[in-house]
């Protein structure tokens, strides 16, 4: 394992910083199969399992794996998801490079699986309060986010933990949260499930800056349909200022007043 290190963009990186150091590694939706080697390279995994349900990608990561001489410590493989994963090849997923809907869906079909890893590392790029909900109702705690930015865009990262533990309590709330409104366990989770919950209580620095861009934004969009007189604008309108007021109740934890 010689050869030259493979330098990761920042959303791979922090990818690659979640993965429990000894893991065994299932690079579900490999692509080019640059986490993979990273993650064998820097010590990180013994061995990896890289699967992508498109041929193309797969044959790159192949090329990638064997140019750098890693053939015997990284597998690939053909597969929709966990399908053709097999029975302790893994106890670490990373899942990352596509849609919140179709990463539930990968999870839902193979829940079974999931369920037996260790840990389950998420990179959703849409969808992500949807998919939040999703794994609370199926069984899985939040127990680290980070989020980056790169080249303008906002990557947001979290690794999961098979845990039955769906709801929240009013002793679950930060104090910071009651300080400024009669927030109850029902409006905390809907500020987690749209912004996550480590990123909000560790008031992560670049989460502030997502949240301002954002406010800026969505007030553009109430001005405009401020403006309008049809039925349509005004039921937009109702809609874009919710997402405002909880927008604007997630930046109170930033708040120099605290």
Same mark, same amino acid.
């Given at each position: ?49 890289? =699967? ?9 990561? +192949? %090329? ?39 990463? %539930? ?11 037996? =890893?260790?840990?389950?590392? !998420? ?42 533990? %769906? ?44 949240? +301002? ?17 049809? %039925? ?11 997402? !405002? ?5 997630? !930046? ?7």
């Amino acid at each position: 394992m010689g050869e030259r290190h493979i330098i990761l963009s920042e959303r791979l990186q922090m990818l690659a910083r979640m993965v429990t150091p000894g893991s065994k590694v299932a690079d579900v939706g490999c692509d080019h199969g640059f986490l993979s080697i990273y993650l064998v390279q820097e010590g990180i995994s013994p061995c990896v399992t890289a =699967m992508d349900v498109r041929k193309g990608p797969l044959s790159a990561a +192949r %090329e990638h794996i064997d140019a750098k001489g890693l053939g015997a410590y990284i597998q690939t493989r053909i597969s929709d998801g966990l399908q053709k994963l097999q029975p302790g090849e893994a106890d670490t997923v990373v899942c990352a490079g596509m849609g919140g809907r179709l990463m %539930e869906r990968i999870l839902t079909e193979g829940l079974e699986k999931a369920k037996q =890893m260790r840990e389950l590392i !998420l990179q959703p790029q849409s969808e992500l309060q949807e998919f939040r909900q999703f794994l609370r109702r199926t069984g899985f705690r939040v127990d680290e986010e980070d989020l980056v930015c790169e080249e303008g865009k906002y990557y947001f990262a979290m690794r999961t933990v098979p845990e039955d533990r %769906e709801m929240f309590f009013d002793s679950d709330i930060p104090e910071e949260f009651c300080l400024h409104s009669r927030t109850d366990a029902a409006d905390y989770i809907k500020l987690c499930d749209k912004f996550g919950e480590k990123l909000l209580t560790k008031k992560h620095p670049l989460l502030e800056q997502y949240l +301002r861009q954002q406010e800026k934004v969505l007030t553009q969009i109430v001005e405009k349909l401020t403006c309008g007189n049809t %039925e349509r604008a005004k039921i937009r309108l109702e809609g874009v200022q919710q997402e !405002l007021e909880d927008l604007r109740l997630a !930046l109170k934890l930033y708040s120099s007043e605290q």
